[in-house]
Structures are given as structure tokens and as C-alpha cells.
């Protein structure tokens, strides 16, 4: 009604008739989890208290730049970058440099060992 969040009045008419013309399942509990993955809240009302099952099934999701008329800013609304990703890529990057190390420290040992073997054959 504000115009800063949506409603689904009824997640069971909801999920059998709309998420399948735009997703590849009608499970009601996914479609919250991608609401989740791009920043979108359940709001929840004082008078529900969030403990006790509302009469009404009505589900409100709010997002800070989903406004209406504001279409501006749904270019804003982007997929929650998973940390563990990144992490795992700074530990890659880490473990390329300890590799490239390794080697050139291996390439300099060879040579140090070569050295080694002509100065012992040349003492035989």
C-alpha cells in the first residue's frame, strides 16, 4: 500500500499459480530464500509478534530500494556475494604464489646440484 514493500496474500494460490510462469518450481520456501539472497526482509507487524501464526495469510517482503515509482533503483538490488567464495579465492591466489615459490626455489637447487656434480667430477 506504501509502496516500499509487497504482499502476498495467499502463499498457497501464490506458489501453484505464479512461481512456475517465472521460476522452475512452485516451492514457496525457495522463492523467500532468493528473496533473502537479494537483501529482501520479511517485515513483520507488532501485532503479529512473530511468535504467534497470524490469522491472515498475508506475507509482506521489503527491500530498501524496492519503492514504487522508483524503478531507478532496482538496478541496486544485486545477489548477496557469498564471503566463503571470495575467501576461497584469496586462499587460491595464496596457494599459486606458494607453488611459483616452490618452483623457483626447485630450479635453483637443480642448479646448485649440477654445480655441485661437475665440481665432484672434476675432483674424481
Keep these: 500500500q506504501s509502496g516500499s514493500s509487497f504482499h502476498v496474500f495467499d502463499q498457497g494460490q501464490f506458489a501453484k499459480e505464479v512461481l512456475p510462469k517465472y521460476f522452475k518450481h512452485n516451492n514457496m520456501a525457495s ?3 532468493q528473496l533473502n539472497m537479494y537483501g529482501f526482509r520479511k517485515v ?3 501485532e503479529q509478534g512473530g511468535l504467534v501464526k497470524p490469522e ?3 506475507t509482506e517482503f521489503q527491500h530498501p530500494y524496492f519503492i514504487r515509482g522508483q524503478e531507478h533503483l532496482l538496478e541496486n538490488i544485486k545477489r548477496k556475494v557469498n564471503s566463503v567464495s571470495s575467501i576461497k579465492n584469496e586462499d587460491i591466489k595464496v596457494r599459486q604464489d606458494n607453488v611459483t615459490k616452490l618452483l623457483t626455489d626447485i630450479q ?3 642448479g646448485k646440484q649440477e654445480s655441485m656434480d661437475s665440481k665432484l667430477l672434476a675432483m674424481k
Design 44 to 46: 513483520v507487524h507488532i
Design 31 to 33: 522463492f523467500v530464500r
Design 56 to 58: 491472515k495469510d498475508d
Design 108 to 110: 635453483v637447487m637443480k
